[in-house]
């Protein structure tokens, strides 16, 4: 299976600051990558669709000033939570997609959990 | 969207006992997909189910696509068992992953 690795795996910041969270693929390019958030005992909730030259699709209710997507590489997309309060705590993970496509098998970074104080 | 629905919510079970978990969806699909998610957080491919049966080990799956539902069946089970159960969907002419609530599992030894 495919390996998708996430940087920082976790991360402590006070309230107002940016933090960067890395997604990359490792065994394969991949022109689309899909970022999630997940609240305790809760599922994963899509956040965004990443595409590799072209601006993020982001879901209904998510604010994308908030929430920058940048796929800079085809192995590697950032999530930049931007004036991080603590509601946006949550664990946050990507997939990438088998050959690049969705309906194929997807991958599932190990995760990045922030605490926002 | 596409709802899915997972069942039981929980599930406790003594280690060695068998299980399955029912993963209803309400449209059609082309990508079915289970997943474990260990206590770290880190979601493990189980199958890629779309249709049909597959095993692996301790573990099967089956999807039947017409009915819009999936089994995950879990044999001889053991704590290392222990987790969170998730079925995902991607909706057929689409290309988003929307996940189940999920069903929580405690194996005890």
């Known amino acids: 299976g495919a390996v998708v690795s996430q940087h920082p795996s976790r991360v402590i910041c006070k309230s107002g600051t940016s933090v960067k969270i890395e997604c990359r693929s490792l065994?394969?390019?991949?022109?689309?990558m899909f970022w999630y958030r997940q609240f305790p005992k809760q599922s994963l909730m899509l956040m965004a669709t990443?595409?590799?030259?072209?601006?993020?699709?982001?879901e209904q209710g998510v604010e994308k000033d908030k929430f920058l997507i940048n796929h800079a590489s085809l192995t590697l997309s950032t999530l930049t939570v931007t004036s991080a309060h603590p509601e946006d705590s949550s664990f946050y993970i990507c997939?990438?997609?088998?050959?690049?496509?969705?309906?194929?098998?997807?991958?599932f970074g190990p995760g990045t959990r922030l605490t926002v104080l | 969207g596409i709802q899915v629905e997972q069942s039981p919510p929980d599930l406790i079970l003594q280690e060695g006992a068998n299980s399955t978990l029912r993963c209803n969806f309400s449209?059609?699909?082309?990508?079915l997909q289970w997943f474990h998610q260990n206590p770290w957080g880190q979601l493990i491919n189980l199958f890629y189910?779309?249709?049909g049966t597959k095993q692996n080990g301790r573990l099967s799956a089956t999807t039947v696509a017409t009915e819009r539902y999936s089994l995950l069946y879990i044999s001889s089970s053991q704590t290392t068992d222990s987790g969170v159960y998730f079925c995902?969907?991607?909706?057929?002419?689409?290309?988003?992953?929307?996940f189940g609530g999920g069903t929580r599992v405690l194996v005890k030894p």
């Open positions: 997939s990438v997609p088998e050959g690049g496509d969705p309906t194929d098998t997807q991958y």
């Open positions: 449209d059609s699909v082309n990508n």
């Open positions: 990443s595409n590799e030259g072209s601006k993020a699709t982001y």
């Open positions: 189910i779309p249709s």
């Open positions: 995902a969907v991607v909706k057929a002419a689409g290309n988003k992953l929307t």
């Open positions: 065994d394969f390019q991949a022109t689309t």
